[in-house]
């Protein structure tokens, strides 16, 4: 099985996000949201990762982020998705291509 690792991002009280790499290459990254009784999440791998990786990684997920959050719960719903990652844009990304195409440049 591979050795996964997890990186946090971001924590609400609801909710956590990480990267997940395996030896140092990130494969991809987990949302997850913690409910009074159901815990989601939205795992988002690259095309490399087989089926039975995605089910090894879940398993992981599940035993290394969501049952020591020792958070109750009565589920543990997954939603994939596979493909490549086409960039990561924010706010600062688009102003300055506003200000280059108001800047003529």
Known sequence: ????HFERECR???????????????V???DLHY???VVRATLCVSE???E???????????????VSSDVPRDDFIVSVYQG????????QDFEEE???EEGGG
């Open 48 to 50: 490399s990762v087989t």
């Open 52 to 66: 039975e990786g995605i089910q090894d990684l879940i398993e992981e997920i599940d035993e290394e982020l969501v």
């Open 1 to 4: 099985m591979a050795e996964y």
């Open 84 to 91: 490549r990652e086409m960039g990561v844009f924010s706010d």
């Open 35 to 37: 409910t009074p009784t």
């Open 28 to 30: 991809g990254r987990v």
């Open 98 to 100: 506003e200000a280059e």
């Open 12 to 26: 609400t009280p609801h909710s956590e996000s990480y990267v997940i790499t395996e030896d140092e290459n990130p």
